[in-house]
């Protein structure tokens, strides 16, 4: 029983787990579904009815006949408290941090009241490292939640990032306390989408806009043929970043360095907008009508003098399928050869 409601789930699973599926809000800042629990923040912490203390919810699994409180007056003063603490080492500048309107930790000090703290803690002064060109990290606002740890070792199989030190001067870095761009991470931005403060950050959006100010439009990526999909971050008409989404059918909110970041093309000063024809000495800007009755010609005279198979044809991942499919249809059954390939086939 979940705040005088009987529920009913699979054997194993965690209180927060059966929560959820009831639709019962319990907080929490180090939890993720697709990571392994770790219990780390506390902020998820629930009454249990004979139970000495107020456990975490994502890592206490649930037993017949338990009765839980999830926001009795014990566990919203602990919760009010464990957000004080965090705040005492927490930089003030939520006017300006770029995760402002996206911050759970921000989120979470309005559900709860949280104005200021009462403790007074020391504050770290690190340097924001931003000297590689995809991601921004300022430890100054880590708050230790350890997702982007999880994530780079249970999504990515890299473990490039760690905990080191202790105490108050504990902090996720690559080995030797490197920075990314002379480690081995592959900047697939992945722990940028776990992190629920502004610790990290994408490059490319740093500073482009406020979070309300962008609009999300879903897209498919173009770079390869897995079919991941993601949300393009637009702002008065021009793309400035890419976030991922839980609502990923295929890949999640997991992304390649190319998904994340590679979207540079799209406004890209030397993109091609129209068609092009070669003349001997430079290209040509031509009508479509004009560069398909080229092709055509050149086609043509290539069957005829040497054979359909002297002719190949090769696909891109950056079309649609149906596109493909047409492309494959034209070089089979119009042109009649078998030398089709793609990009993405391996």
């Not at 890592?59 to 338990?66: E, L």
């Not at 490292?129 to 999880?150: A, H, Q, S, T, W």
């Not at 002719?311 to 030398?339: D, H, M, P």
Request: proline share 5%.
């Amino acid at each position: 029983m979940i705040n005088t409601r009987e529920i009913t789930v699979q054997e194993g699973s965690t209180i927060l787990q059966a929560a959820r599926k009831a639709g019962i809000y319990i907080p929490t800042l180090c939890e993720d579904p697709e990571l392994t629990p770790w219990g780390g923040c506390r902020l998820c912490i629930v009454e249990v009815r004979g139970a000495k203390n107020l456990p975490a919810s994502c890592i206490t699994p649930v037993r017949q006949g338990m009765v839980v409180e999830t926001e009795s007056p014990a566990v919203r003063h602990a919760r009010r408290t464990l957000i004080e603490l965090l705040l005492a080492n927490h930089p003030e500048d939520c006017l300006a941090c770029e995760r402002t309107g996206e911050c759970v930790l921000q989120d979470m000090a309005y559900h709860y009241g949280v104005r200021r703290t009462s403790f007074a803690g020391k504050r770290r002064s690190y340097e924001i490292e931003n000297g590689n060109p995809f991601i921004v990290r300022d430890m100054n606002k880590c708050i230790i939640c350890g997702l982007c740890v999880r994530v780079c070792s249970e999504i990515a199989g890299l473990s490039i990032i760690d905990f080191t030190n202790r105490g108050f001067n504990t902090k996720i870095t690559p080995a030797m306390d490197l920075p990314l761009e002379k480690s081995d991470c592959v900047f697939c931005g992945n722990c940028v989408a776990v992190c629920p403060v502004g610790a990290l950050a994408e490059k490319p959006i740093w500073g482009q806009g406020r979070r309300w100010e962008v609009k999300k439009v879903r897209t498919v990526c173009p770079y390869c043929g897995t079919g991941c999909s993601f949300d393009l971050n637009v702002k008065e008409n021009r793309v400035i970043g890419v976030s991922s989404t839980t609502e990923a059918a295929v890949n999640g909110r997991w992304l390649c360095v190319k998904g994340r970041f590679g979207f540079g093309f799209i406004h890209h000063r030397e993109r091609l907008q129209m068609p092009l024809i070669r003349s001997p000495y430079l290209f040509s800007k031509v009508t479509w009508d004009r560069a398909i009755d080229v092709a055509v010609g050149k086609f043509k005279a290539i069957k005829s003098k040497y054979g359909p198979e002297a002719i190949g044809i090769l696909a891109s991942a950056r079309c649609t399928n149906e596109e493909n499919y047409l492309l494959n249809k034209f070089a089979r059954a119009v042109i009649g050869t078998n030398n089709i390939d793609h990009c993405a086939r391996l």
